[in-house]
């Protein structure tokens, strides 16, 4: 897994990787597009929001009551519930699972908390036998990398790479064509489903009143890794509560479009209990693992707590100027973008996380295509206000600000000290900005000596007293 | 104290402080009506809804007004892609279409459970009846106790779904207002044949499930 720490770092190679930069455009785009054009086809887009903003709220306003009230309802319907402090424990609890029940190999569908807990390092560590069946997660294991986008996890390679990728690692003869790579996957994973003894997923949703999960999906690969293996292991966040399956078509009616741009995802699997007895086939055994691993901290943070009603649809990583230039590895963890930038710092702790929140420039532009109302630019604000006040940023940041809030309490001074360096300015040999090594390697540095913002203000604030 | 009884612990004293966000209690009847209001009555139109939403997904769409006609539409489809055996997993509709194709294919019924998935994973076609349809989508509904397997809508290349008008319902929301509680716990809903983009966003059909969803939609 990749560390939030090294952010600079992840950014410097981003920026360098034009191919990245391309095919990041290219495919945001397009989501981009296509949810804006259903959002426009529904005129009460904006009423589906404070709703399922509501609700939300609603389920997590008494989350203890919520929760014991889902685990209860669990257990009546058969699920055997295991709970979970942290990322060690959760994938203890599973690892343990498997050595229990015999298991020897596991198909697993997409999950962005299995990604967080750093799932199938243990697996494979215990000896298991682990295959992500999700087209583009299967890509990315044979990589041997993290996803770098929500819901396109292989967003960063083109059918050029993915080529090479098959022909090196699956031995077959390479070829870029999608349809034909799609080919060579479905026959390698079919047989895995065929064969695999566990099954395991991620949650889209756990509805309190029934007891029951959602898992959303488009490939087929989740109902697969659901149906066939006898035992099924899901993993949820705690946060994942809605009140009840009577308020789920709300929420996929607003998680297709901002996901993928489609009006309703291929696959909605409902799990209330094993199917054997309905039916003879799918699992004879359901665990549900909640996972904590700081969400409790979070939800008593009240304001920041509104960071957990995230459906993770991706919808403010495409909009996002930032996350269009560098992409989801830069941001060194299994959340990117506007609310990996908020989620990392709470999950992971302000000094790991410190940069994370200034990876934004507040255009608003997440807020705006949150199909959750998540404010998100606000909720970045706090986070760097208190990564400032807990001396968490860098020695020179710090100095600067200090100068800096000194001088603008201080007209006169400041005034001295701008004109004074804006003759020094003109003073530089073949008219070169300021020296400032690593602010200037990305960006521009402003000329002292350019008609700053007071002078363009005073010259406006003339013109108007002169119209009088 | 174990994980639960900490997390809990910790949970219980943040209960009932601070709620998050002020709500108009009028919103909700005002989004259902505006939901609803967006879909006609009628069940022909709804019925054209429900084939333009389908075609968006790539799925294919037929209409039949008798079980006969259903039957051959069937026959076609098998003979267009030479097709010689059918997997049916039937509610009356689906098995009464499946007896009128006996001359020309071959009809299998849903094998055992211990041989299930090794013998649907190599039938080609599979006709299965969906419990409830739903326009806005082209979603199919496939309540689980009213299934014997739902392993024919998955392992099968093309799955034909017989949907009777009668059932198709305007939107998700309709959908889930018509399920009992038992039925929306085990379900799982459809809405095209199985997708992905995950290649530089090309969208190619058929990932792990079906390439082809047809729907004959039967008066
Ligand atoms: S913050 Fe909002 S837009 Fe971003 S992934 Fe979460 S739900 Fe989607």
């Known amino acids: ?468 | 104290m174990n994980a639960r009884e900490q997390i809990l612990g910790r949970l219980k004293a943040i209960s009932m402080t601070d709620p998050i966000s002020t709500y108009d209690d009028g919103l909700k009847h005002r989004l259902d009506a505006a939901w609803d209001g967006s879909f006609p009555d009628e069940s022909r139109r709804l019925a054209g809804l429900f084939a333009d939403a389908l075609e968006a997904v790539s799925g294919e769409f037929y209409s039949a007004a008798s079980v006969e006609e259903a039957a051959e539409i069937v026959g076609r489809i098998a003979h267009s892609s030479d097709y010689n055996a059918i997997v049916v997993d039937g509610g009356d509709m689906a098995d009464n279409i499946a007896l009128r194709v006996t001359d020309t294919l071959q009809v299998i019924a849903i094998p055992e459970a211990a041989q299930r998935s090794e013998v649907l994973a190599d039938i080609h076609c599979s006709m299965v009846e969906a419990h409830w349809g739903v326009a806005e989508t082209a979603s199919l509904a496939f309540p689980y106790i009213h299934a014997v397997s739902t392993q024919p809508h998955f392992l099968a290349e093309t799955v034909i779904a017989i949907l009777k008008r009668d059932r198709l319902l305007a939107h998700l929301g309709a959908l889930f207002n018509h399920l009992s509680p038992e039925e929306m716990k085990n379900l799982v809903l459809v809405t095209g044949p199985s997708r992905t983009a995950d290649i530089e966003k090309i969208l190619i059909l058929g990932a792990h499930g079906p390439k082809r969803l047809i729907v004959i939609l039967l008066d």
């Not at chain 1, 479009?257 to 799918?282: C, R």
């Not at chain 1, 901290?297 to 996002?320: H, K, M, P, V, W």
């Not at chain 1, 940023?393 to 000194?406: A, D, N």
């Not at chain 1, 309490?409 to 400032?436: C, H, S, W």
Request: hydrophobic share 40%; proline share 5%.
């Open chain 1, 1 to 468: 897994m990749l560390k939030p720490r090294k952010t600079h770092h992840y950014i410097r190679q981003a920026l360098k990787n034009d191919c990245l930069r391309a095919a990041v455009g290219k495919a945001t785009d397009l989501a981009v597009r296509k949810r804006q054009d259903l959002v426009n086809e529904t005129p009460y887009w904006e009423d589906l929001r404070h709703h399922v903003h509501h609700l939300k709220s609603k389920v997590l306003e008494n989350p203890e009551q919520s929760l014991m009230t889902f685990e209860a309802r669990c257990i009546a319907n058969g699920i055997n519930v295991h709970w979970a402090e942290d990322a060690a424990e959760a994938r203890q609890i599973i690892v343990d699972l498997a050595a229990q029940k015999k298991v020897k190999k596991i198909v697993k569908s997409k999950s962005l908390t299995t990604e967080e807990i750093e799932l199938n390092p243990a697996l494979e560590k215990a000896g298991l036998e682990t295959w992500e069946t999700d087209l583009g997660e299967y890509i990315v294991q044979l990589e041997g990398k993290t996803p770098s986008h929500l819901t396109m996890p292989a967003l960063h390679l083109s059918r050029y790479d993915i080529g090479r990728l098959f022909e090196k690692k699956l031995g077959i003869e390479y070829t870029d064509n999608p349809n034909e790579l799609l080919q060579v996957a479905r026959q390698r994973l079919r047989e895995h489903f065929l064969s695999a003894d566990m099954g395991i997923s991620g949650v889209n949703f756990a509805a309190v009143e029934e007891g029951a999960f959602v898992v959303i999906e488009n490939e087929a690969n989740a109902h697969l890794s659901i149906s066939i293996p006898k035992i099924h292991v899901a993993i949820m966040g705690l946060e994942k509560l809605i009140p009840s399956l009577s308020d789920l078509p709300y929420f996929l009616k607003v998680l297709a479009p901002s996901a993928t741009g489609q009006k309703a995802s291929s696959y909605v699997n409902i799990i209330g209990g094993p199917q054997q007895h309905l039916m003879e086939e799918g699992p004879e055994e359901v665990h549900l693992v909640i996972l904590d691993n700081g969400r409790s901290n979070i939800l008593a943070d009240a304001s920041l707590r509104e960071t957990l009603f995230c459906i993770r649809c991706g919808a403010c990583l495409n909009i996002c100027p930032v996350f269009r230039q560098v992409g989801g590895h830069a941001y060194g963890w299994a959340y990117m973008g506007p609310i990996g930038a908020t989620l990392i710092p709470l999950y992971n702790g302000l000094s790991e996380g410190r940069y994370a929140p200034f990876l934004s420039s507040l255009c608003g532009a997440c807020f705006d295509n949150c199909p959750m109302r998540i404010q998100i630019p606000k909720h970045l604000l706090t986070l760097r206000n208190r990564i400032a006040e807990s001396g968490k940023t860098m020695l020179i940041e710090r100095v600067g600000m200090k100068i800096w809030s000194m001088l603008a309490v201080r007209p006169r001074l400041y005034r001295f000290i701008t004109g004074l360096a804006a003759i020094v300015q003109q003073l530089i040999p073949f008219d070169k900005a300021f020296p400032a090594p690593g602010y200037v390697r990305h960006r521009a540095l402003g000329r002292m000596d350019s008609k700053g913002f007071r002078s363009r203000f005073m010259d406006s604030e003339d013109r108007r007293e002169g119209g009088r």
